[in-house]
């Protein structure tokens, strides 16, 4: 059974928010959700007058079964960053202006751990089986993966005042 990439997830956004608490909400959603987090690179150019550049690819993973597993990755593209201080209900506080190009991809992986493949051709034998067997199970596995980034997504979305309070998938997977 071959990985199933989903379609990718963009979000764009030009302007002030607190990249410290975007930060913290994406991993307080992975973590209520049961991923692991991984950073997997953090680049930052050099400024010019205009601001850095940087860039940053995270990694979400679950384990779902013994033979699937979800991957989330997250690449996140800054221009222009600089940190402003903006007056918040009489009090200063440090913010980050910047444009953002967020993308979201989800893979969902069969036999993540090589079970099959590592016990030579009777277990390549059994996996093929089994991945027959868990056919009807392959469109929940996906759809539930690609909810679960509709929220995520949301929650951006949310974050930065993009949409409104609602989204069209609420409780589908039983979420608040």
Same mark, same amino acid.
């Given at each position: 059974? !071959?990985?199933v990439? &989903?379609?990718t997830?963009t &979000?764009?956004?030009?302007?002030v928010?607190?990249?410290?608490?975007?930060?913290t909400?994406i991993i307080?959603?992975?973590?209520?959700?049961?991923?692991m987090? /991984? +950073?997997?690179?953090?680049?930052h150019?050099?400024p010019?007058?205009e #601001?850095?550049e940087?860039?940053?690819d995270?990694e979400?993973? %679950?384990?779902?079964? +013994?033979?699937v597993?979800?991957?989330?990755?997250i690449? $996140? /593209?800054?221009? !222009?960053?600089?940190?402003?201080?903006? +007056? $918040?209900?009489?009090?200063?506080?440090?913010?980050? %202006?910047?444009r953002?190009?967020?993308?979201m991809?989800?893979?969902?992986?069969?036999?993540?751990?090589?079970?099959? =493949?590592k =016990?030579? %051709?009777?277990?390549k034998f059994?996996? +093929?089986? *089994? #991945?027959?067997?868990?056919t009807?199970?392959?469109?929940?596995? $996906?759809?539930q993966? *690609?909810?679960?980034?509709?929220? &995520? /997504?949301?929650i951006?979305?949310? *974050?930065?005042?993009?949409?409104?309070? %609602? /989204? =069209?998938?609420k409780g589908?997977?039983?979420?608040?």
């Amino acid at each position: 059974m !071959e990985d199933v990439n &989903l379609p990718t997830i963009t &979000l764009r956004y030009n302007g002030v928010f607190d990249f410290d608490s975007f930060y913290t909400a994406i991993i307080d959603w992975a973590k209520n959700e049961g991923y692991m987090w /991984h +950073e997997k690179t953090f680049k930052h150019k050099v400024p010019s007058p205009e #601001g850095a550049e940087q860039e940053y690819d995270w990694e979400l993973t %679950k384990n779902v079964t +013994e033979f699937v597993r979800y991957m989330i990755l997250i690449s $996140i /593209h800054a221009w !222009e960053v600089q940190d402003v201080d903006v +007056e $918040i209900n009489g009090r200063k506080r440090t913010m980050t %202006k910047a444009r953002l190009f967020v993308r979201m991809n989800g893979f969902v992986k069969w036999d993540w751990q090589k079970r099959f =493949a590592k =016990a030579g %051709k009777f277990g390549k034998f059994l996996g +093929e089986v *089994y #991945g027959k067997a868990m056919t009807r199970d392959v469109a929940m596995y $996906i759809d539930q993966l *690609y909810f679960r980034m509709g929220n &995520l /997504h949301a929650i951006m979305k949310k *974050y930065f005042d993009m949409q409104s309070k %609602k /989204h =069209a998938y609420k409780g589908y997977l039983g979420e608040s």
